[in-house]
């Protein structure tokens, strides 16, 4: 069965550092979603991109984010200058089309000391 | 606003009983709702959805009810297993929209 893979799967950096999350969502789909999850607490919406452009974002998702797509398999989450509260498990999440079904990565915990 | 909740945060049962696990959204303009099993160090897992113009689905051991008057989502799971351990999220998508909007979810602990 397809997956959605994400890399690496554990990530520890200093505050004010930039990370990169990165993903490769199904290789047919073509709507792709971050999302975050502080520990304990429900999964929350960042960005979803198609055509290879942001189509929406959530409040969460400020200037500190970025997103890209830039060899047509990979999908990248970048944080420039991470926060403690920047510390969750990141999913990556593809679509073949709207009315389908997601498809969730494993997740990559991220912690911010 | 839009928000989906959960009643119970901690749900346990006996393995082999049935398990019922319910939500409750607001959002009146959802027409599409799933439901995700999440264990421990993984991502949402889908279960099964049910789309606004029904009001039950069955799966494999598992069953969505959905009563659009008051707003409730339910999960059914017949012959509870110790592998049905984990926490479960009820999800909607608004329409026209594709984000999806979780709740909080539900810890189900299996009882030996």
């Known amino acids: 069965e397809p997956e959605v893979t994400q890399t690496p799967s554990h990530q520890v950096t200093q505050m004010g550092q930039e990370v990169i999350l990165r993903c490769v969502p199904i290789?047919?789909?073509?709507?792709f979603y971050w999302y975050r999850q502080i520990l304990g607490q429900k999964v929350e919406f960042l960005v979803s991109f198609y055509n290879n452009e942001i189509s929406e974002k959530s409040e969460i998702f400020d200037d500190q984010f970025s997103v890209e797509r830039p060899d047509g398999s990979n999908f990248t989450l970048k944080i420039r200058s991470t926060k403690l509260e920047d510390s969750a498990m990141y999913f990556c999440?593809?679509?073949?089309?709207?009315?389908?079904?997601?498809?969730f990565g494993s997740g990559t915990r991220l912690t911010v000391v | 606003g839009e928000s989906v909740g959960l009643h119970l945060p901690t749900l346990s049962v006996q393995e082999g009983d049935n398990s019922i696990i319910n939500c409750a959204y607001s959002?009146?303009?959802?027409?599409?709702f799933i439901w995700y099993k999440q264990e421990s160090g993984k991502g949402p897992q889908f279960i099964i959805d049910i789309r606004s113009n029904m009001d039950k689905r069955q799966g494999q051991r598992v069953t969505v009810l959905l009563n659009k008057t008051v707003k409730h989502l339910s999960l059914q799971i017949a012959a509870t297993q110790p592998g049905d351990s984990a926490v479960y999220f009820c999800?909607?998508?608004?329409?026209?929209?594709?984000?999806?909007?979780f709740g909080k979810g539900t810890r189900l602990h299996i009882l030996p």
């Open positions: 999440a593809s679509l073949v089309q709207h009315g389908g079904g997601y498809t």
């Open positions: 999800a909607e998508i608004p329409n026209r929209d594709d984000k999806i909007i």
């Open positions: 290789s047919n789909h073509l709507y």
């Open positions: 959002n009146s303009a959802s027409d599409y």
